[in-house]
């Protein structure tokens, strides 16, 4: 039919309601694409970003790099602190852009929207990541590249597919993080907000991005232990300058690849899982709507 | 209607949503009952915080009933909100969804992902519905450009990009200048029209609007259902008697003359419109306690020399209505109670309404002055 207002007829709404398998799957996919396209998209159009997202955070990077200098230190430093920069992008992504996002969707009025369409709302979160993935990998890659140029880092890399897997799964936590962060702001909303602001600055602390974790101790090893951004980004040091030496009790790669395996299955896990019972909990509580409205 | 759809478009059996809050709950509906049948456009009229959008949100699966149960085409509003969202769409009045930093064809394409429109066919079925709803010239425009009324067309362009069965239309008029609102109707009613069984469910205090496109109407206030019928039985039942209006040339006799005929139950000459000019003419209202004492007003007004200019029945509108089933106009009771109640319910719900109120700025604004993130 030609008219704009019949575009799938079916014989009825229970016949219109009933979906295969494969039919929810492929709108849970495309949801993801469809979430993740304002951010690709925004991209190019709001070049704020790349004074926001780029200079500012390769100037913190840069003084680092001068204090390790002044102070005579192992040119592997210079290379960690480099990294740590670049690795930056993804922890304050996930921060401003996974964990608050639902708190500025809900203000804007998407969220009840998200929330009444078919697909399912963890779509929206994946797309959210994959997002803001592409944004803040822009920014590493530009962060990484020109430090490494500029401050002469050499890298050392005996294990390349090892280093990629351990990048791959630091991100895959790291985003699952911000999934588990952004179901709670259904519930938690502005709370969550401060929540997250507030474990900024000690995330940053004792995730170690300027420095090896380890030299951080029982504090150090704990951090390895459940935060993904510190055994990620202690992993991807070893890898990306081996032979370096690190203290004693630092956990080779290959067991803080496991334990970032871990970490993204207990995240995702996780995060299905919260957001299941919090839209509940959300909707029994009349906070996924905007009230005034 | 198609003979396949036998449920009822919605089934609301005793619905009761309380909000919890200090120092009171708010109970915004009390034991809401309603049924609507495939292809109704059903309208929820009453003031504001009155449990209109509650009651919507309810049905859209956005919220849960504190008790009671109810069916969207037979689909359980707490349990089965996979296949009610599949059939449904809303718009809701000043919706500022989507991202201001994509273009209206941008934007409409995202949500049509949203309801698993294959990637080709929602640029198509974006392209038709960017037609249909006149936004040609905005096609490629920022939605953040966009005017409230090219803002609300693109909303019921995307509202429409599922070919939902059943449309919730919550205020979707609100703020839009006259053309806009029109258009906006005019929309509605095509996009109904093309497919029998289809059903809307409108809320609004707007009499006028859900007079026109309604077939029936719930006039709800405090969280109940104080009245349901068509416009025509509902106002019939705030005018047991008829009232007419005459203009004669003259009336020498005085309305008296007319007070005392058969089924006449009063008639008084009108006072004057106050508008400073001399009338020539007399114009009298004439309440009849039928509409077939008429005939002998217009004999008795030939035997007195009066030549009739004009006659008009009075016709009740639902303002009438309101006012005889809750005993206040709806502006009064907007601002007696409606208000409160609203705010109250927001605070008790969320934190950003409170922080708006707190600014002294409306909520619409302080979300429009918010940075936005995508």
């Avoid at chain 1, 401060?194 to 300027?210: C, D, I, R």
């Avoid at chain 2, 209202?285 to 004492?293: E, G, I, M, P, R």
């Amino acid at each position: 039919m030609s008219s704009p207002f019949v575009y799938r007829p079916t014989d009825s709404p229970a016949a219109a309601a009933t979906w295969t398998r494969r039919q929810a799957f492929a709108t849970d996919l495309r949801a993801v694409w469809g979430r993740a396209y304002p951010r690709i998209r925004g991209m190019g159009r709001e070049k704020s970003w790349i004074f926001f997202e780029i200079l500012l955070p390769f100037l913190t990077t840069s003084a680092f790099v001068f204090v390790y200098r002044a102070l005579n230190a192992p040119p592997q430093y210079i290379g960690f602190v480099v990294l740590g920069g670049a690795m930056t992008a993804f922890w304050l992504n996930v921060i401003w852009m996974m964990a608050s996002q639902l708190y500025w969707e809900k203000s804007q009025g998407n969220l009840e929207l998200y929330f009444a369409a078919p697909m399912d709302f963890m779509s929206v979160l994946f797309g959210m990541a994959i997002g803001g993935l592409v944004m803040s990998s822009v920014r590493a890659v530009v962060v990484l590249v020109v430090a490494t140029t500029l401050y002469d880092v050499s890298f050392a890399v005996d294990q390349w597919l090892l280093l990629l897997a351990v990048f791959g799964l630091t991100l895959a936590a790291l985003y699952g993080l911000g999934m588990i962060l952004a179901a709670l702001f259904l519930v938690w909303g502005r709370e969550a907000f401060h929540l997250t602001q507030g474990l900024m600055e000690p995330v940053y602390f004792v995730s170690g991005l300027n420095f090896p974790v380890a030299r951080l101790g029982i504090v150090g090893a704990l951090a390895i232990g459940v935060m993904p951004l510190a055994v990620g980004l202690d992993a991807m040091r070893q890898l990306a300058f081996a032979g370096t030496d690190y203290p004693k009790g630092t956990p080779s790669p290959g067991v803080e690849a496991l334990i970032l395996v871990v970490m993204v299955a207990v995240s995702l896990l996780l995060a299905r899982w919260i957001l299941r019972r919090l839209e509940q909990v959300a909707r029994r509580e009349g906070r996924l709507s905007l009230r005034w409205q | 209607m198609s003979a396949a759809i036998e449920a009822p478009a919605l089934d609301v059996r005793d619905v009761r949503r309380v909000y919890r809050s200090k120092p009171n709950d708010i109970v915004a509906l009390a034991g809401v009952d309603l049924e609507v049948a495939p292809g109704e456009f059903f309208g929820l009229l009453g003031p504001n915080g009155a449990g209109k959008t509650t009651l919507i949100k309810i049905l859209t699966t956005l919220l849960l009933p504190s008790s009671g149960t109810a069916r969207v085409f037979g689909f359980d509003v707490v349990d089965d909100t996979k296949r009610i969202r599949r059939i449904m769409n809303m718009v809701a009045g000043g919706e500022q969804s989507g991202y201001g930093i994509l273009t209206v064809r941008e934007s409409l394409w995202m949500f049509g992902q949203f309801y698993g429109l294959g990637t080709r066919d929602a640029w198509k079925r974006v392209d038709e519905l960017i037609d249909a709803t006149g936004l040609q010239e905005q096609r490629d425009q920022r939605v953040a450009t966009l005017s409230t009324g090219q803002r609300q067309k693109m909303n019921f362009a995307r509202g429409l990009l599922n070919d939902p069965w059943i449309f919730f239309l919550d205020e979707p008029t609100l703020g839009l200048d006259v053309a806009a609102a029109r258009s906006v109707r005019e929309l509605v009613v095509q996009w109904k029209a093309a497919v029998p069984g289809r059903t809307i469910l409108l809320t609004t205090h707007y009499m006028a609007e859900a007079d026109e496109l309604c077939d029936r109407i719930a006039i709800v206030d405090h969280g109940r259902i104080l009245a349901i019928g068509t416009p025509a039985e509902l106002k019939h039942r705030v005018q047991t008697e008829s009232i007419f209006r005459l203009e004669l040339d003259r009336l020498d006799a005085g309305a008296e003359a007319l007070s005392r005929l058969p089924g006449v139950v009063s008639a008084s000459v009108a006072a004057d419109d106050g508008d400073g000019h001399e009338r020539q003419d007399v114009v009298v209202n004439v309440v009849l306690a039928d509409d077939a004492a008429l005939g002998g007003v217009v004999t008795a007004l030939g035997r007195l020399g009066s030549q009739i200019r004009s006659l008009r029945k009075s016709e009740p509108t639902l303002e009438d209505v309101f006012v005889e089933l809750v005993g206040r106009g709806f502006a009064e009771a907007d601002t007696a109670d409606g208000t409160n109640r609203a705010n109250a319910t927001n605070g008790a719900n969320g934190s950003k309404p409170r922080l708006a109120a707190e600014s002294g700025q409306s909520a619409e604004a302080a979300t429009g002055a918010e940075e936005e993130l995508v």
